[in-house]
């Protein structure tokens, strides 16, 4: 008889610190091409090989909070009882994310008094709540503030801003708040005109004549619902008022629109060559295309928001390919949206946001192209005005959900509750029953924000 030598199997899932961060790079490439849960699922098997090592398992984390699985990488975190800065900062990212605030509060308590220079930390923390006098880290932040290196000085200096704002210092506030944002403006290569030219460039190659072969809108039939507008403009809101229902799912923001546009678009030369190609491509092969990447998140539920407010840049597009899709414009007084973006320090995108004359004019291009969008294409966008969901919910509410083609459901009034993730600038905001406090804010800064004022009545929006 011939015994059989012992077979060595090789375990399960990548075994060395280079294959487990390769795993993880190979996971998410599956999300870049259009397969985010795919690329979740591979994600969350790597949980048992990733866990006792530091690197793969701080990669990991990050990964399955870009790949929307919060949950996941926040236990990710807790199981190992991992401290590192890279660790606490996903976790409390995540934390918020889910909802879970109070706990989000206690991880940012201990990363700044772990890593005292964390500015983010500081700056995020502030943003959690309302604070109040007795109940806020303004001491603490000017500390921060005053052994604040390049790095950190400019999220330390948002973060006092924050905290001054809530407690009604507003001449303090805002002199935290521009010195900020004018140490970010020095950082970056950005020109508006190029945004404004843009614009431009897109009104010009949607014209009427482009935008008559338009079909129909199919509201009878589920659809993409499309919810845009400026950044700080009440997207989010609308978004968990519509997300709040039975048959909505919200993917949050998502780059699938304009990575199947790229896909689907001949190379062009530069931004107006582009611009121009992609108003002559075959509207049916993007449908087709964001088709696959919208099915690629494997959501149970009929309809889906892409809640990516720079899509009303693609107003035109959606209408032209798209006859089922809904899109939810939402307005804001242009000096309240104008102040909120200017005291919001983005994570990425909105280079125009650290200077109020750069604001001003974004505005206004926004402004010429939403109205083109509202000539050219008559009754196509579902339009919500912020002021007048704040003043009345459910009067808004309703006709909202409608104009979707849902039934209506009371949840949707419930929108704090909603327990799917958000993890957008507003993403703690929402988590509050509706609040007015941030209609007019900007009357308290009326000096300081004189020249996006100014800005805005030269530009014909005031």
């Not at 990212?93 to 930390?121: C, I, M």
């Not at 075959?282 to 690629?296: F, K, S, V």
Request: net charge neutral; proline share 6%; aromatic share 6%.
């Amino acid at each position: 008889m011939v015994i059989a030598p012992p077979r060595h199997e090789r375990p399960a899932g990548p075994t060395s610190p280079p294959e487990r961060l390769a795993a993880v790079d190979t996971a998410m490439r599956l999300a870049a091409t259009g397969r985010p849960a795919e690329a979740g699922r591979r994600l969350v098997a790597l949980t048992g090989a990733c866990r006792g090592d530091p690197a793969a398992r701080e990669a990991l984390a990050r990964a399955l909070y870009h790949a929307r699985r919060f949950a996941e990488a926040a236990a990710l975190v807790r199981e190992t009882g991992a401290g590192d800065i890279g660790a606490l900062s996903g976790l409390a990212a995540s934390q918020v994310a889910l909802g879970e605030l109070k706990a989000a509060e206690e991880t940012f308590d201990r990363l700044v008094a772990l890593y005292p220079n964390d500015g983010a930390a500081w700056c995020n923390r502030a943003t959690l709540r309302r604070w109040r006098d007795g109940d806020n880290h303004i001491e603490a932040l000017e500390a921060a503030l005053a052994r604040a290196g390049a790095e950190s000085e400019i999220p330390v200096r948002y973060g006092l801003a924050k905290e001054l704002e809530d407690v009604g210092r507003h001449a303090e506030s805002f002199a935290h708040l521009s010195r900020g944002a004018a140490l970010r403006r020095a950082r970056l290569s950005y020109r508006v005109e190029m945004d404004v030219e843009a614009m431009a460039a897109i009104t010009q190659a949607f014209d009427a004549a482009r935008l008559a072969g338009a079909p129909d809108a199919r509201a009878d039939q589920p659809g993409p619902i499309f919810v845009l507008g400026l950044p700080r403009s009440g997207t989010t809101l609308v978004d968990r008022i519509l997300s709040s229902h039975s048959q909505v799912t919200s993917l949050g923001e998502i780059p699938d629109l304009a990575m199947a546009l790229m896909e689907t678009t001949p190379r062009a030369g530069d931004r107006g060559a582009f611009i121009r190609a992609a108003a002559a491509i075959d509207p049916a092969r993007l449908a087709r295309r964001l088709a696959d990447r919208l099915a690629g998140h494997e959501a149970d539920r009929p309809f889906l928001i892409d809640k990516t407010p720079v899509n009303f840049l693609y107003v035109g597009l959606i209408a032209l390919a798209l006859p089922s899709a809904r899109i939810v414009h939402v307005r804001r007084d242009p000096m309240d949206v104008g102040y909120a973006l200017y005291k919001t320090l983005f994570q990425t995108g909105c280079p125009y946001s650290y200077d109020l004359t750069d604001i001003g004019r974004y505005i206004a291009a926004y402004r010429r192209l939403t109205d083109h969008w509202r000539r050219a294409l008559p009754g196509r966008m579902i339009e919500v005005d912020y002021e007048a969901v704040v003043d009345d919910l459910e009067g808004e509410a309703r006709p909202l959900v409608g104009a979707c083609g849902l039934g209506w459901e009371d949840a949707c009034l419930a929108f704090h509750l909603n327990g799917q993730p958000t993890s957008t600038a507003s993403a703690a905001q929402v988590r509050r029953p509706l609040y007015r406090d941030s209609v007019g804010l900007w009357r308290a800064y009326a000096a300081q924000l004189e020249p996006l004022r100014q800005t805005l009545v030269r530009e014909g929006v005031l």
